[in-house]
């Protein structure tokens, strides 16, 4: 699979659209800190297709570190268990503005906050060479006008309208999850 679910507003976008994207001004890495929900996507890589009826909402955190980087961990469930990932996001000289190295595509991308209000929704763009777009909230279910809002956004990306999907909750709640729990293969 080519993504991997993140937090409320997480969007991939093409390399050349994302050039245009702008980190939001006065970026508080303090107060993004926490608890998102992956709960939406707009993802039009046609080898993705297969994998479109197989994804459920994510769970991750946003762990900052004194050094400005940021320690992400998702939990997403599926009908093989728990799995969870850690991504190391390093830092860049523009707040709001982070790179990750992708073991599994083997080269650096970006990642930008585009838009964030913090305690409900954020809209983050990662350079990547396929579209992929993510809507990212602090909880499993966002308000319609900012689903709408992210819809929009990606078709104006250029991302058709079937594109852009929401995926359901997992069977099983995603609830109190620690990297202890997780260990077990456990994600209730």
Known sequence: MKIALVSIFLLMLLTDIHASVQAQKN?????FAGRWYWVGLAYDSPGFVRYRSKLTIS???VEPK???NIYMTLWSLTSSGCHSKVYIYKKTSVPGVF???ST???RVKDVTVVETNYTEYTLVVLKHENACNFTVGRAKKLRADVMEKFRAYATAQGFPK?????PPAAGK??????????KHGSCS
């Open 173 to 182: 709640p995603l609830k109190s999850l620690t990297p202890a729990i997780v």
């Open 66 to 68: 004194e050094n400005g």
């Open 104 to 106: 599994r595509h083997k």
């Open 162 to 166: 079937d594109s852009i999907l929401t």
């Open 27 to 31: 970026f508080d890495l303090q107060r």
């Open 59 to 61: 769970m991750g955190t």
């Open 99 to 101: 790179t990750y190295y």
